[in-house]
């Protein structure tokens, strides 16, 4: 599996800006789907974007218009730029790698290790 690596959390005011990197160990591939979920305290983890390697994005209804998913295939890295950020933006931040199975197996999964971000003044 490609071990992935979560940066740029932190405590940040409401309506300021923070943005999440994730870096890849292994190289991306073009039918990869990389994506960002965030579980509160209480919470169950929630999809919150995702970004194929051609730049397809998705968005919970939750931070559309406020968050970016991006992503840089040569660096074999992608983002979350948090913009406006609210209370309830508070949580862990995961990214996600969804790799297409082989051999006629299920796609798989790669998580990053989270960071925290806090959004409190």
């Known amino acids: 599996q490609v071990q992935l690596v979560e940066s740029g959390g932190g405590l940040v005011q409401p309506g300021g800006s923070l943005r999440l990197s994730c870096g890849a160990s292994r190289g991306i591939f073009i039918n990869d789907l990389m994506g960002w979920y965030r579980q509160a305290p209480g919470k169950q983890r929630e999809l919150v974007a995702t970004i194929t390697t051609g730049g397809s994005t998705n968005y919970a209804d939750s931070v559309k218009g406020r968050f970016a998913i991006s992503r840089d295939n040569a660096k074999n890295t992608f983002y979350l730029q948090m913009n406006s950020v609210k209370p309830e933006d508070t949580g862990v931040y995961y990214c996600?790698?969804?790799?297409?199975?082989?051999?006629?197996?299920?796609?798989?999964?790669?998580w990053g290790q989270g960071t925290q971000v806090t959004v409190s003044s």
């Open positions: 996600n790698l969804r790799r297409s199975g082989r051999s006629g197996q299920p796609s798989l999964d790669s």
